[in-house]
């Protein structure tokens, strides 16, 4: 699985954001899609994921920080997930990836990765 992330840019404490991650491969719909921020100094950190498409309920999984703010989604037609990012705060600044893999919190439970996409939120 080759996954291509995008939708980063700068913008203003309080705007909004939307990250695509569109992933190669027919297998998209056989894993659980993830997104994870690194700043600056500081660890990879979980900040939202999805559950695998073949379940009868899809979960979705969030960082405390950004709940009721994200929210992540996936389109299997387009073999792409999404994560919508509104009231976004300069404490969310990042570079954003995707990654495909097992449901979870530990970037060690994601196999495949994207290659990062800058957020920056302006105060």
């Known amino acids: 699985v080759q996954l291509q992330a995008s939708g980063g840019g700068l913008v203003q404490a309080g705007g909004s954001l939307r990250l695509s991650c569109a992933a190669s491969g027919r297998t998209f719909m056989s894993y659980a899609m993830g997104w994870f921020r690194q700043a600056p100094g500081k660890e990879r950190e979980f900040v939202s994921a999805?559950?695998?498409?073949?379940?009868?309920?899809?979960?979705?999984y969030y960082k405390d920080s950004v709940k009721g703010r994200f929210t992540i989604s996936r389109d299997n037609a387009k073999n792409t997930v999404y994560l919508q990012m509104n009231s976004l705060k300069p404490e969310d600044t990042a570079v954003y990836y995707c990654?495909?893999?097992?449901?979870?919190?530990?970037?060690?439970?994601?196999?495949?990765w994207g290659q990062g996409t800058q957020v920056t939120v302006s105060s």
């Open positions: 999805i559950g695998w498409s073949r379940s009868r309920t899809i979960s979705t």
């Open positions: 990654a495909a893999g097992s449901t979870g919190t530990s970037p060690s439970e994601y196999t495949y």
